[in-house]
């Protein structure tokens, strides 16, 4: 048996990563490493939480205490590292628990597996998931990301995530820690926290609230279904090259205004309600600070090296997507109310 740690995996990607490996790899033993805090809900991972190769950690990867013994308690075949503070506006609020969770956890990390993996390090693997927002933004409609891209960051979370994704490639250099990154675009799905624009805009329209657009909705976002970037991971985490970063996405590029258009519509039709009802929820609002123009990822190394492509269309993703949250109230509900925070206890305390 293999032991995987998967940090973040109560989160949004990161969830979908554990149900994929529990279930497509029952010879490898998958521990979930999460802090839970706001962004991590062990409800999202009901379905596998009883699987005999899965077990969960509660911890923090800032704590090199705790990460130390992490480590030495189990013989980690390979990391896949998802835990990070993962919301610009928050990042503009308060930087500082970006640079804790984003850059000193993951040098934590860095640091305990280097030492852990001294004598064999060729055995190993450390795979960091990272985004496309490490690059900046672009203006001219006809330039895409590339993997030789410079990076710019522009907000405290794009730059917290550039510093680790330096680190990372540093202890490569450096050590030779055999690590693998990946930067993707922006992902939608199932249990998308609802302070992310599709997941917001769903809940909002489903209460009849406002539907706040920043600025003038004239952003750019390349958007991919959540199941194909764990799949990506599944893929890269297997037959990427060490040392090697591989830009995910869906060459899917959608202006803000225009998908809350769209996203309004599919409502309506599935709500019952006369067209055009919702899009009269929206309203614009102040614009983010320093909001990034567009992103806009060439997932071409990727898909000639690796094979992979994505395996359903927007459309098919968003009506998956939609008919999830509508089924799943009681989620919504209770990640909005705060209620899920009581689930661990009930869950692994009190048995
Ligand atoms: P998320 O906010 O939904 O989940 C993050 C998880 O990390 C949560 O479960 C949280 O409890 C955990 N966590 C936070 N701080 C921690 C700490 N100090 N110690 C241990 N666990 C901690 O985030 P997400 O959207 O699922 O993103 C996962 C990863 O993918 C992040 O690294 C993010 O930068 C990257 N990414 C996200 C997107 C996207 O569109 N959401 C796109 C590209 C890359
Ligand atoms: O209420 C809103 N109104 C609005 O117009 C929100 C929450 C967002 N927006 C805009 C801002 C962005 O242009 O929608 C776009 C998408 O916003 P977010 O969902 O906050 O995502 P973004 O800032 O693009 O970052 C996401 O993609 C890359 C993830 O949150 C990151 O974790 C990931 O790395």
Same mark, same amino acid.
């Given at each position: 048996?293999?032991?995987?740690?998967?940090?973040?995996? @109560?989160?949004?990607?990161?969830?979908?990563v %554990?149900?994929?490996? %529990?279930?497509?790899?029952?010879?490898?033993?998958?521990?979930?490493?999460?802090?839970? =805090?706001?962004?991590?809900?062990?409800?999202?991972?009901?379905? $596998?939480?009883?699987?005999?190769?899965?077990?969960? $950690?509660?911890?923090?990867?800032?704590?090199?205490?705790?990460?130390?013994?992490?480590?030495?308690?189990?013989?980690?075949?390979?990391?896949i590292?998802?835990?990070?503070?993962?919301?610009?506006?928050?990042?503009?609020? !308060?930087?500082?628990?970006? $640079?804790?969770? *984003?850059?000193?956890?993951? $040098?934590?990390?860095?640091?305990?597996?280097?030492?852990?993996?001294? !004598?064999?390090?060729?055995?190993?693997?450390?795979y960091?998931v990272?985004?496309?927002?490490?690059?900046?933004?672009?203006?001219?409609?006809? =330039?895409?990301?590339?993997?030789?891209?410079?990076?710019?960051?522009? &907000?405290?979370?794009?730059? &917290?995530?550039? &510093?680790?994704?330096?680190?990372?490639?540093?202890?490569?250099?450096?050590?030779?820690?055999?690590?693998?990154?990946s930067?993707? &675009?922006?992902?939608?799905?199932?249990?998308?926290?609802?302070?992310?624009?599709?997941?917001?805009?769903?809940?909002?329209?489903?209460?009849?609230?406002?539907?706040?657009?920043?600025?003038?909705?004239? *952003?750019?976002?390349?958007?991919?279904?959540?199941?194909?970037h764990a799949r990506a991971i599944d893929?890269i985490f297997?037959?990427?090259?060490?040392?090697?970063?591989?830009?995910?996405?869906?060459?899917?590029?959608?202006?803000?205004?225009?998908?809350?258009?769209?996203?309004?519509?599919?409502?309506?039709?599935?709500?019952?309600?006369?067209?055009?009802?919702?899009?009269?929820?929206?309203?614009?609002?102040?614009?983010?600070?320093?909001? !990034?123009?567009?992103? @806009?990822?060439?997932?071409?190394?990727?898909?000639?090296?690796?094979?992979?492509?994505?395996?359903? =269309?927007?459309?098919?993703?968003?009506?998956? =997507?939609?008919?999830?949250?509508? @089924?799943?109230?009681?989620?919504?509900?209770?990640?909005?109310?705060?209620?899920?925070?009581?689930?661990?206890?009930?869950?692994?305390?009190?048995?």
């Open positions: 048996m293999k032991k995987i740690l998967i940090t973040g995996g @109560a989160g949004f990607i990161g969830s979908h %554990v149900r994929r490996f %529990v279930n497509q790899y029952p010879h490898y033993e998958i521990v979930n490493l999460d802090k839970l =805090t706001y962004a991590g809900n062990l409800a999202n991972l009901t379905d $596998v939480e009883k699987a005999p190769n899965y077990s969960f $950690v509660k911890g923090d990867i800032v704590d090199a205490h705790f990460v130390n013994q992490l480590f030495a308690d189990h013989n980690f075949y390979g990391v590292h998802l835990a990070a503070e993962s919301h610009v506006d928050r990042s503009i609020a !308060d930087p500082m628990a970006f $640079v804790m969770t *984003n850059v000193i956890g993951t $040098v934590n990390l860095l640091n305990t597996a280097r030492i852990a993996w001294k !004598d064999n390090m060729a055995d190993h693997r450390f960091h990272s985004t496309d927002e490490v690059y900046g933004e672009l203006h001219d409609p006809s =330039t895409f990301f590339t993997e030789q891209t410079a990076y710019d960051p522009r &907000s405290p979370y794009s730059a &917290s995530k550039a &510093s680790s994704d330096h680190f990372v490639r540093a202890y490569h250099n450096t050590y030779r820690l055999p690590v693998v990154v930067n993707c &675009s922006n992902n939608y799905g199932s249990h998308h926290f609802p302070e992310k624009l599709i997941p917001l805009m769903i809940h909002n329209i489903c209460q009849n609230k406002p539907l706040p657009v920043y600025g003038k909705g004239e *952003n750019v976002r390349d958007w991919l279904f959540v199941e194909d893929l297997h037959e990427g090259k060490n040392g090697e970063t591989y830009n995910i996405g869906g060459f899917n590029e959608w202006k803000n205004l225009d998908l809350v258009h769209l996203l309004c519509q599919i409502m309506d039709q599935k709500l019952g309600r006369a067209e055009g009802t919702s899009a009269q929820l929206i309203t614009y609002v102040t614009d983010r600070a320093g909001h !990034d123009l567009r992103y @806009a990822i060439d997932a071409h190394k990727l898909m000639n090296e690796l094979g992979w492509t994505p395996s359903v =269309t927007f459309e098919q993703g968003l009506e998956k =997507t939609v008919e999830w949250f509508l @089924a799943n109230q009681t989620w919504l509900d209770n990640v909005t109310s705060g209620n899920y925070a009581n689930y661990y206890d009930s869950m692994y305390l009190n048995r």
